[in-house]
């Protein structure tokens, strides 16, 4: 959606009439005066999207997609899930889109704070949508491709983190299938529980495997990001000169 478009700010909304316009010279003012790279109209501090939202279980998917992202990622972004948003072009000219739908604004978070963008939260007023009109939003299953989203870009932007949480669980399940042939193996000198020990074997093999994946992975993930960077940069100078 970005790629035939070029310009000093871009604007993103929800075309459900659930943002005001009126907010919108607040949240591109940040990215006009070069002190953000994405500006994030914050529905949820202010306290009106639980007033006016009237939709079961929405409140409790922010909530846990919210502490789900900042979890991971040491921030404290107030309202991943927004629909409001403004972006300056380096933001625009470097973020790869490729959700198809409502995860497009979890991605977009996610992209900002691993490659260390400047990102900045504006409070907003929210509406409920017009009467009559129905929300194409499905609670469980645009949650859960959300979830999903959350935890395949951990993978790719974190991936040590990730292989190392499995690596951690196959261990702590080898342990416990094998801690008790062990024992019987000091105490007789003999294995009965002969699949019990081959189960531990699996398990332990799958908890290295899992951490030689994560240390590949990691050098890739690590190599990628100096290469956007460099791009980065790269960007931001063709950037200037178009300005002068």
């Given at each position: 959606?970005?790629?035939?478009?070029?310009?000093?700010?871009?604007?993103?909304?929800?075309?459900?009439?659930?943002?005001?316009?009126?907010?919108?010279?607040?949240?591109?003012?940040?990215?006009?005066?070069?002190?953000?790279?994405?500006?994030?109209?914050?529905?949820?501090?202010?306290?009106?999207?639980?007033?006016?939202?009237?939709?079961?279980?929405?409140?409790?998917?922010?909530?846990?997609v919210?502490?789900?992202?900042?979890?991971?990622?040491?921030?404290?972004?107030?309202?991943?899930?927004?629909?409001?948003?403004?972006?300056?072009?380096?933001?625009?000219?470097?973020?790869?889109?490729?959700?198809?739908?409502?995860?497009?604004?979890?991605?977009?978070?996610?992209?900002?704070?691993?490659?260390?963008?400047?990102?900045?939260?504006?409070?907003i007023?929210?509406?409920?949508?017009?009467?009559?009109?129905?929300?194409?939003?499905?609670?469980?299953?645009?949650?859960?491709?959300?979830?999903?989203?959350?935890f395949?870009?951990?993978?790719?932007?974190?991936?040590?983190?990730?292989?190392?949480?499995?690596?951690?669980?196959?261990?702590?399940?080898?342990?416990?299938?094998?801690?008790?042939?062990?024992?019987?193996?000091?105490?007789?000198?003999?294995?009965?529980?002969?699949?019990?020990?081959?189960?531990?074997?699996?398990?332990?093999?799958?908890?290295?495997l899992?951490?030689?994946?994560?240390?590949?992975l990691?050098?890739?993930?690590?190599?990628?990001?100096?290469?956007?960077?460099?791009?980065?940069?790269?960007?931001?100078?063709?950037?200037?000169?178009?300005?002068?």
């Amino acid at each position: 959606m970005f790629r035939d478009i070029d310009a000093d700010c871009y604007v993103v909304v929800d075309g459900d009439l659930t943002y005001p316009a009126t907010f919108v010279h607040e949240l591109i003012e940040p990215v006009i005066q070069g002190n953000a790279n994405m500006v994030i109209g914050d529905r949820l501090s202010n306290g009106t999207y639980t007033d006016e939202n009237k939709r079961a279980f929405h409140d409790l998917g922010n909530n846990l997609v919210k502490n789900t992202i900042n979890f991971l990622y040491k921030s404290d972004v107030k309202d991943i899930m927004t629909g409001y948003r403004a972006f300056d072009p380096l933001f625009v000219k470097t973020m790869p889109v490729m959700s198809p739908g409502f995860e497009i604004e979890t991605e977009m978070t996610i992209h900002a704070l691993d490659k260390r963008l400047n990102v900045k939260e504006v409070p907003i007023d929210y509406q409920d949508r017009p009467e009559g009109s129905e929300s194409k939003l499905n609670t469980y299953s645009d949650g859960f491709k959300v979830l999903r989203k959350i935890f395949t870009l951990f993978k790719e932007y974190k991936p040590l983190s990730f292989f190392t949480i499995w690596s951690v669980l196959f261990l702590v399940l080898g342990l416990a299938a094998g801690v008790p042939v062990i024992v019987e193996f000091v105490q007789t000198q003999f294995v009965e529980k002969v699949p019990s020990a081959i189960l531990a074997v699996g398990l332990i093999l799958l908890s290295v495997l899992s951490l030689i994946c994560g240390l590949i992975l990691d050098t890739v993930a690590s190599s990628q990001k100096k290469q956007y960077e460099v791009e980065l940069n790269r960007i931001a100078s063709d950037l200037r000169r178009e300005r002068r």
